[in-house]
């Protein structure tokens, strides 16, 4: 499996800087050969013209969430159906600023966990502890739980589908102080046996991947991102400038290859 790296674009850029950006991401990327799966998610109203930028590119676009109906009277929210309308391949799911800020809950995540693998996407489940569960040595349980909500009506991934559970300490996010490798990693053997009990050791093998996210940069994207470990990560900060965030792909196409 390839190394998988998301950017996370998160509400930073206005519209035609979205664009700019992606278009400049490609020119960076345009001999770069692509030993890395890369998908870069712009907020929802510049997906339909990132989509036009990116024809031809092997660069993947995804979505930052999704609901979990097809239509109706949901007021504010966009279908699965819609994201593939455009040509959305992945989509954000569950990540803790929703958790947070939207009041989103495991099994709202759940329904949208369900209703994006049966649309054709590629969820990327997010998962994370706080700082205050960290100092009372929950992070385990807390990731445990999480997981089980979520994927409680899941069936395991088919062979045209794909999960990617992105581990996201909370403490971590933007705040220039990431995990420890060896801390993530235990984290990480966490969700892979978690998805096995749920799914088979070979669904997971084939099927799932998981990512790192939390404060990666250049400097310490190896860190996470090798083989025997995480198998990509999920980038907010360190993916917003076109030529630093290619510096990082390079850095992981690299590093993979040698
Ligand atoms: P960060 O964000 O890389 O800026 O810490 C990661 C994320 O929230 O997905």
């Known amino acids: 499996m390839k190394p998988i790296i998301v950017a996370n674009w998160k509400m930073q850029l206005g519209i035609q800087e979205s664009i700019d950006r992606l278009t400049s991401l490609r020119m960076e990327l345009k001999d770069f050969g692509y030993g890395v799966e890369v998908v870069v998610c712009p907020s929802m109203p510049a997906l339909h013209q990132a989509k036009e930028v990116l024809v ?9 969430d999704v609901f979990w109906e097809e239509r109706g009277a949901f007021t504010g929210e ?45 969820p990327i489940l997010c998962v994370g502890e706080t700082a205050h569960q960290r100092n ?19 069936t395991p991934p088919n062979q045209n589908e794909m999960l990617l559970v992105a581990y996201e300490p909370i403490w971590a996010i933007g705040t220039g102080e990431p995990a420890s490798p060896a801390a993530a990693e235990l984290i990480r053997q966490v969700i892979v046996r978690t998805l096995s009990e749920r799914f088979g050791q070979e669904i997971v093998d084939q099927r799932c991947a998981v990512l790192y996210g939390g404060s990666v940069n250049n ?13 990509g990560a999920l980038v907010g900060g360190a993916s917003l400038d076109p030529q630093a965030f290619s510096s990082l792909l390079t850095t992981v196409k690299e590093h993979y290859s040698s």
Request: charged content about 20%; cysteine-free; hydrophobic content about 35%.
């Open 136 to 154: 009372d040595n929950l992070q385990e349980m807390v990731i445990v739980q999480q997981l089980e909500r979520a994927l409680q009506s899941t």
């Open 78 to 122: 966009v279908s699965p159906q819609q994201l593939r309308e455009i040509g959305i391949s992945h989509v954000i799911i569950g990540h803790s600023e929703r958790r947070e800020f939207l009041g989103e809950t495991d099994s709202m995540i759940g329904q949208k966990i369900v209703s994006a693998l049966a649309h054709g996407l590629i």
């Open 56 to 64: 031809t590119s092997k660069i993947r676009l995804g979505a930052q």
């Open 219 to 231: 400097e310490n994207i190896t860190t996470y991102v090798h083989s025997g470990s995480f198998d």
